[in-house]
């Protein structure tokens, strides 16, 4: 069973920084795709960004520029790099990563169980 673990969550004031990881662990042949997506109070759950195995990567327009994510395929880690934090940023973030648990067949969907993040003005 694959498992997905979010870390580096908090509480900090606008302008600051965090760091999210997440850690993929359990039997897996090897990682597609990871995702950071967050979800606010009473809204749907946004894509932030996503990372293809090879390095390439896609941001929400909100935080182009100020958010940074990279992953570490030795370490099946995934990391988001979060700078000049907004209020407006404040939000779980749930980690998800396309996963080939075997060589054959398609990647499966797995999801972290999301790390609270609060940006105070």
């Known amino acids: 069973q694959v498992r997905l673990v979010e870390s580096g969550g908090g509480l900090v004031q606008a302008g600051g920084s965090l760091r999210l990881s997440c850690a993929a662990s359990?039997?897996?042949?090897?990682?597609?795709?990871m995702g950071w997506y967050r979800q606010a109070p009473g809204k749907q759950r946004e894509l932030v960004a996503r990372?293809?195995?090879?390095?390439?990567?896609v941001y929400a327009d909100s935080v182009q520029g100020r958010f940074t994510i990279s992953r570490d395929n030795a370490k099946n880690t995934g990391y988001l790099q979060m700078n000049s934090l907004k209020p407006e940023d404040t939000a779980v973030y749930y980690c998800n990563a396309g996963v080939f648990v075997t060589s054959y067949g398609p990647a499966s969907d797995y999801w972290g169980q999301g790390t609270q993040v609060t940006v105070s003005s």
């Open positions: 990372i293809r195995s090879g390095g390439s990567a």
């Open positions: 359990g039997s897996m042949f090897a990682i597609n795709a």
